[in-house]
């Protein structure tokens, strides 16, 4: 691609990484065998909310190599001004961290890690997926 993941700002890695994190939601749930669109679109929502981002990136935090952990940190540090009503500053400081992180792995090629870490982050709900 070109671009240099250290020289982007926490900002426009985080701005990445959501556009990569709906990609593996909307992969994931269509391989889970949800079909309807409302169906997919309501629960892709789910998944995509600072309070479920923040749940699952601490599952993977432990994970996360210090190169990993500094980029999470970046995001999560960045100075944050539209919070929205339905997250906790905590939440959405975190889920923006883990954006950033996917955006900067993204930038990196490196799918696999992407793949590993978002399968450990929301391998409990499959279940939850199944059952909607």
């Known amino acids: 691609m070109g671009i240099k993941p250290n020289e982007c700002s926490a900002a426009a890695l985080a701005y990445?990484?959501?556009a990569v994190l709906e990609v593996?939601?909307?992969?994931?749930?269509?391989?889970s065998g949800?079909?309807?669109?409302a169906r997919l679109n309501s629960t892709a929502l789910e998944y995509v909310k600072a309070s479920r981002q923040a749940e699952a990136m601490k599952k993977i935090l432990p994970l996360l190599t210090e190169e990993e952990e500094a980029v999470f940190k970046r995001g999560r540090n960045m100075?944050?001004?539209n919070i929205p009503k339905s997250a906790t500053v905590?939440?959405?400081r975190s889920a923006t961290?883990?954006?950033?992180l996917f955006?900067?792995?993204h930038l990196e090629g490196r799918k696999e890690r992407i793949a590993e870490l978002f399968a450990l982050a929301y391998e409990a709900d499959k279940n939850e997926t199944n059952n909607i």
């Open 16 to 18: 990445l990484g959501d």
């Open 97 to 100: 961290g883990m954006e950033a």
């Open 24 to 31: 593996c939601v909307r992969e994931y749930l269509v391989n």
């Open 79 to 81: 100075g944050h001004t």
């Open 34 to 37: 949800l079909s309807s669109s």
């Open 90 to 92: 905590s939440e959405y």
């Open 103 to 105: 955006g900067y792995l």
